[in-house]
């Protein structure tokens, strides 16, 4: 079956960098994504991977993705007070259209 | 449009009512999805339209729930007989094909009283 997990809290000094953890179930899985969500807004896109990539760096972002355990993380560099939001980890299989599978959202906080 | 475009941001009705909700999805994506997010929980997933077609409905939590796209472009989702469990914040999101990426409007908020 499907589904995907996430810690629900991170607390973390502006400066530091953050590391939010995902796990997956789902072996067929195509794309794997990360999405933030600030105080009510939608969902934005912060990136994704493709699950054929191990690493995906995006400026401050990087992504890593180990297949075997199925385990995705998301680092943020340099976090800032402006991060403060709940991220999203969610997984996409390649025979149901594109349908994303939510995790249940990580809210993290950075404190000044 | 820039970006997917939902409304009414926000409804309130009281339970038993008829709701609609809009979603203007970008232009020239041909998926659309819904999908409904209730406070402290991720976004689940409703139903899919590629086209004017559902693709997959499996998500719909029962028949009171019902969406369309009749020219493969803007949809509504219908709620009938709303209950207090409907309420939540429910969310569109358009790609250009399937096993594209996603784009999300802000959502709307629905509350039955």
């Known amino acids: 079956g499907e589904d995907v997990e996430q810690s629900l809290f991170l607390s973390v000094r502006e400066g530091d960098s953050s590391v939010i953890n995902c796990t997956y179930t789902d072996s067929s899985s195509t794309y794997l994504y990360w999405y933030k969500q600030e105080p009510g807004a939608g969902l934005q896109l912060l990136t994704y991977i493709f699950s054929n990539m191990d690493m995906k760096q995006d400026q401050r972002l990087t992504v890593l993705l180990n297949k075997k355990d199925k385990h995705l993380s998301l680092r943020i560099a340099d976090t800032q007070t402006g991060d403060s939001a709940i991220y999203f980890c969610?997984?996409?299989?390649?025979?149901?259209?594109?349908?994303?599978?939510f995790g249940q959202g990580t809210e993290l906080s950075v404190k000044p | 449009g820039a970006g997917v475009s939902q409304t009414p941001s926000n409804k309130v009705t009281e339970k038993g009512k008829y709701v609609e909700l809009r979603c203007d999805p970008i232009s020239g994506h041909t998926a659309l999805y819904w999908y409904r997010q209730s406070l402290g929980q991720g976004p689940e997933f409703l139903i899919y339209f590629q086209g004017t077609g559902a693709a997959d409905d499996s998500g719909l939590p029962n028949d009171r729930f019902f969406a369309v796209r009749p020219e493969g472009s803007v949809s509504t989702l219908k709620i009938q007989r709303t209950e207090r469990g409907d309420s939540a914040v429910y969310l569109c999101?358009?790609?250009?094909?399937?096993?594209?990426?996603?784009?999300f409007g802000s959502g709307t908020q629905l509350s039955v009283l």
């Open positions: 969610a997984e996409t299989i390649y025979n149901q259209g594109g349908k994303l599978i």
């Open positions: 999101a358009s790609s250009l094909d399937r096993n594209e990426k996603l784009f």
